[in-house]
Every structure is written in structure tokens, then in C-alpha cells.
């Protein structure tokens, strides 16, 4: 497998994604030799960061990657930390769907505790970082205070006044117990988050269970263009986790691929999900063309439009660069002239608590890397 690249070539990495593909059909194979002190310490730093600490014990324990004695005990304190993590933010989900379903708020469970317990042949394969739900418009800024009478407090504000009910992507809070808290209203910032429609993500609920408590989680196709989404587009260079995501959703059972692909039409994410699959062969070395959930994106021409709005969410800058090319998707005059009023001139708590406008941040990203060159 050649690493791609747009990651570090390390071999800490080079191994992190060999672990990251355990278990999947066609995967690369690990090392058939307990590794050196200084690799194997060098990959469990890795597997921390990108989360995937339970593939890690999963692939010691199949016999799939041989370790010496300190290396297995190494892995258990490993795996251990990563549980405790988890179960406690499972405990802070849990608490945060009472609250809002106490208050009659609709949510959807997103991402990591979603994936863990619907996509995953043991949840402890998936680890997480924080609590994601998705609220509808209608019960946006009900669920901002239900949260905050909880003891939540939102450190940065939206930009102004309603900008997040038109043009935002989430909002994120710290709990009373100290744990980051994004609810959500789309998918992604910028021009493919506002494409979404957001009525659509809760036509229909599936439902897990979790700590013995029903969560609602989005149906199997949503889903699986969120992790296209996740993976594609949230982190430069793609969190090896992410697009584990994408591989999991695409060998499952029940994805129906004629939604999946109609889905991503009506959302204009085609070339989104194309660069997703092509992720896990690239990085993973899993191919999924050969998946029927890949035929509608296979061979498929991205165009320069495409490329130029994907280029959005690489590099330094790219949560400014993204959210300012979402006025490609804005649609009216009037409309976009708000959505760049509010980037240009954000409200006094937004720049207290930012050091600054949208606008203001990219440009220093620009100029400071044009001074580095």
C-alpha cells in the first residue's frame, strides 16, 4: 500500500492505518513481527490521535498483530483508557438527550456513539471525543437553552443575531461536567452543509440502544453520506477513524445504494462521497468500488466547480475558506449579502470571544503563510 500524500509519512502513521483497516474485507496486513520499542510507541502515539485505540486491542487480541508481554499489557491500559472516555460520554449523551427530550426537543444521536453502537461489530471499535446531536430548525435555540439551564455554557456565540438558523452548521457548548457538546442543524459548514436538507435527516428514525436508554439515530443512507461528509471534508488530513466510518456504512447489509445515491444528488454531494470511497483505498487500502453503494460514483468526472468548492476544506485556513465559499449555496441577493455582512462583520460577543471576524482570521492565515514561503 503507498501512503498517500496529503499524510505524514511516518511510520507511526504508515501503521496506524494498517491497524485503522483491521477486520475489513481486503485489508493490508499488520507486521508478522512484534514491533521495536521505538516503532511500537510511535504507533500507539498515533492510535491515540486518531481514535482508534479499540481497532488497536481488537487486532492484538485476533492475534492479527503480534506484540511482546509489555506491548499487550501496553495495549490493555490503552484500550482501558479509551473505554473510560467513551462510557463517560455515553453518560453525558444520555444526560443531554434526557434534557431535551424532557422538553419535547427532536435530536438524533451523530457520529461516534451513533457509529459505535449501529455500525460497528463491537461499539469498543469506535472511539469518540465528544457528544454530536442534531436538532431541527424549529427547536433550534429552545435546545441552546434547555442545554444551558442544564449547566452548559456556549463560549463563542453565534456570528449575529439568526445567523445560525440560516446559514449555520452547529453550535458548541461545555457541559456543567466540563465535556464539549455540538448540537448540530446540518452536517457540515459551508457550501455542502447548506445543499443538505435538513427536514430530510429526520424523515425517518432509526433508534439505538445505548446504556439501556433508546437514542434516535439517522436512517442508513443519511448516515452514510454524513461519514462521506465526515470523512471528505472535516479534518486535513482525514482522521484515519473517519474513514473507517465510511468503509463499516459501505459493507453493511442495509444500505440501500438507489438512496444513497439520490440523497447525494438532491444534497449536490456526488463528488463528495467519490473522494470518500476513494479515501479508503487511497489511505485505508480497502477498495469499495466493487460495494453496489459505490456504483452510482464510480468513474464519476468531479468537476473543476467541485474541486475548486472540496479545496475549500484543506489547509490552515479551511473553517474560513469553507464557510466563505458557502455563499456559492446561498441563495437570493439579499440573502447573501447577510451571509457575508455576518462573516465580514460579526456581532461584539463573537469577536470578544474570537479574537476577531471570520474575514479577520483568514487573512492572517493567508498573509502568515505567504510569509513563511
Not at 87 to 102: K, S
Request: charged share 25%.
Amino acid at each position: 500500500m503507498n501512503a498517500p500524500s496529503y499524510l505524514p509519512l511516518d511510520g507511526g502513521t504508515a501503521l496506524a492505518t494498517a491497524v485503522a483497516a483491521f477486520g475489513l474485507p481486503g485489508a493490508p496486513p499488520l507486521p508478522r513481527r512484534h514491533l521495536a520499542d521505538e516503532a511500537w510507541h510511535g504507533l500507539l502515539r498515533e492510535v491515540g490521535q486518531q481514535r482508534i485505540e479499540g481497532l488497536l486491542g481488537a487486532a492484538v487480541m485476533a492475534g492479527a498483530l503480534p506484540v511482546s508481554d509489555e506491548q499487550r499489557e501496553e495495549t490493555r491500559e490503552t484500550v482501558r483508557g479509551r473505554a473510560g472516555v467513551d462510557l463517560r460520554l455515553e453518560r453525558e449523551l444520555l444526560a443531554t438527550t434526557r434534557a431535551l427530550g424532557h422538553a419535547g426537543v427532536a435530536h438524533r444521536v451523530l457520529k461516534g456513539p451513533a457509529m459505535a453502537h449501529t455500525a460497528y461489530p463491537d461499539p469498543s471499535w469506535r472511539g469518540f471525543g465528544d457528544v454530536d446531536l442534531l436538532v431541527t430548525d424549529g427547536d433550534w435555540y429552545r435546545a441552546i437553552e434547555v442545554l444551558e439551564a442544564t449547566g452548559a455554557r456556549r463560549p463563542v456565540p453565534e456570528l449575529r443575531p439568526g445567523f445560525d438558523l440560516r446559514f449555520g452548521k452547529e453550535a458548541t457548548l461545555l457541559s456543567a461536567s466540563g465535556w464539549e457538546v455540538d448540537l448540530h442543524r446540518t452536517l457540515v459548514v459551508g457550501p455542502f452543509g447548506l445543499w443538505v436538507d435538513c427536514d430530510e435527516l429526520f424523515g425517518r428514525r432509526e433508534a439505538v440502544t445505548i446504556g439501556g436508554v433508546e437514542v434516535g439515530v439517522l436512517a442508513p443512507g443519511a448516515a452514510f453520506l454524513h461519514a462521506c461528509y465526515n470523512a471528505a471534508l472535516a479534518d486535513d488530513p482525514p482522521r484515519l477513524i473517519a474513514i473507517r466510518d465510511v468503509c463499516e456504512l459501505a459493507v453493511a447489509p442495509n444500505l440501500e445504494p438507489d438512496e444513497v445515491a439520490d440523497l447525494a444528488r438532491r444534497w449536490r454531494g456526488e463528488a463528495v462521497v467519490a473522494r470518500a470511497l476513494s479515501l479508503a483505498a487511497d489511505v485505508l487500502g480497502v477498495t469499495l468500488w466493487d460495494r453496489p453503494v459505490a456504483a452510482s460514483f464510480a468513474g464519476r468526472r468531479t468537476t473543476m466547480f467541485e474541486w475548486a468548492l472540496m479545496a475549500t476544506y484543506r489547509g490552515p485556513a479551511r473553517g474560513y475558506t469553507a464557510q466563505g465559499a458557502g455563499v456559492v449555496a446561498v441563495a437570493g441577493g439579499r440573502e447573501r449579502l447577510a451571509y457575508l455582512r455576518s462573516l465580514a462583520s460579526p456581532q461584539d460577543s463573537y469577536r470578544a470571544a474570537r479574537g476577531g471576524s471570520p474575514f479577520t482570521h483568514l487573512r492572517r492565515h493567508v498573509f502568515g503563510a505567504r510569509r513563511t514561503r
